[in-house]
């Protein structure tokens, strides 16, 4: 069993920079793949970030790229999404996820059904 808490959401204006953590208990963290993934109203939940924590694998959604980064401290179990140039449509609630999963290479699964365990979101909200 996985437990995850995140924190660090907020409102900012447009251009602005927001952390979001993602703490983990429970498990083993070193070697999983982790992810963030975000929900707006109205919107399906989809993929934002996410990297296998023993090293290797990142991978940033196209709409985030250049913006977003995704890191993790394996000494303090804690996930990191540091957001940059926020936009209003950056706007939604941001979920940390951990999978059961681990593929060859390694590289991490992409499917929300993928993930195991999520924690109850942060809300981040980029006004214009």
């Known amino acids: 069993q996985v437990q995850l808490k995140e924190s660090g959401g907020g409102s900012v204006q447009a251009g602005g920079s927001l952390r979001l953590s993602c703490v983990a208990s429970g498990s083993a963290y070193s070697s999983r793949c982790m992810g963030w993934f975000r929900q707006s109203p109205g919107k399906k939940r989809e993929e934002v970030a996410m990297m296998y924590t023993g090293g290797g694998f990142t991978l940033l959604a196209d709409s985030v790229k250049g913006r977003f980064a995704i890191s993790s401290d394996n000494g303090k179990k804690t996930l990191y999404l540091q957001m940059n140039g926020l936009e209003a449509e950056d706007t939604a609630l941001y979920y940390c996820?951990?999978?059961?999963?681990?593929?060859?290479?390694?590289?991490?699964?992409?499917?929300?059904?993928?993930?195991?365990?999520w924690g109850q979101g942060a809300q981040v909200t980029v006004s214009s």
């Open positions: 996820a951990s999978s059961d999963i681990v593929l060859p290479g390694p590289t991490c699964p992409r499917g929300i059904d993928d993930y195991d365990y």
